[in-house]
């Protein structure tokens, strides 16, 4: 899928491939390589979580990366968001929501993914006009049922199950008619990244790539 502008909405972003890697980067000098792999594999949007020292100058270096579309993940704080901007992230993700991080991605204008686990939740979310969602902890918080249970009174909203999605349950995610993509960190073991083994992401990306 192609762009339309410079900042993507989040259907957009979840429609540019069925599978969003979450990415834990422990060294900013690998980012690089890292999302060249990931992109050349057939995976552009990916997902810096905001968990590690290196993860901002992470999303510096990966925003370089042509094709790719670089977003910030772990979003808590207005201050992650101001962080993540000034990094260049183009979207944003986080694992639930609150007032303050809603309020902070609207004033900068930043794309947000933001997480819900529940009808309540989702329902606070669209309120807001969020009517793409990410489902969060996917698997602990229900699965495949618990969103299909959601699709029925809640059609309108669409969802990034993340949290335990695996190759083995993607497709059944991916299945679903209130599922867009999914986010996983398998596409990127750590194992591999800390042995620059971007030939092997490369494939793991392919696969999941192919998953559609
Ligand atoms: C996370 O919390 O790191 C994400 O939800 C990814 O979860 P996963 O490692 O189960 O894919």
């Not at 260049?88 to 309020?103: E, H, I, K, Y």
């Amino acid at each position: 899928m192609t762009l339309s502008s410079a900042n993507p909405n989040a259907e957009e972003i979840c429609r540019m491939a069925p599978v969003i890697p979450v990415l834990v980067i422990q060294e900013a000098a690998s980012a690089r390589a890292l999302a060249e792999a990931l992109v050349a594999g057939g995976l552009p949007a990916l997902e810096v979580t905001l968990r590690t020292p290196a993860a901002l100058n992470a999303i510096r270096a990966m925003a370089e990366v042509p094709g790719g579309v670089v977003g910030a993940g772990t979003l808590l704080t207005p201050d992650d968001v101001r962080a993540a901007c000034a990094a260049g992230a183009r979207f944003g993700v986080s694992p639930g929501a609150t007032d303050r991080l809603l309020d902070a991605c609207e004033e900068a204008e930043l794309t947000l993914l933001p997480g819900a686990a529940t009808a309540s939740e989702a329902m606070a979310l669209l309120e807001r006009g969020h009517d793409v969602q990410k489902f969060f902890p996917a698997e602990a918080a229900g699965g495949v049922a618990m969103l299909r249970a959601l699709a029925g009174p809640l059609p309108q909203i669409r969802f990034c199950p993340t949290g335990g999605v695996t190759p083995g349950n993607a497709r059944d995610y991916l299945a679903l008619s209130n599922t867009l993509c999914v986010g996983g960190s398998w596409v990127a073991p750590e194992e591999l990244v800390a042995a620059g083994k971007w030939e092997a992401i490369t494939r793991l990306a392919q696969e999941a790539a192919a998953l559609a």
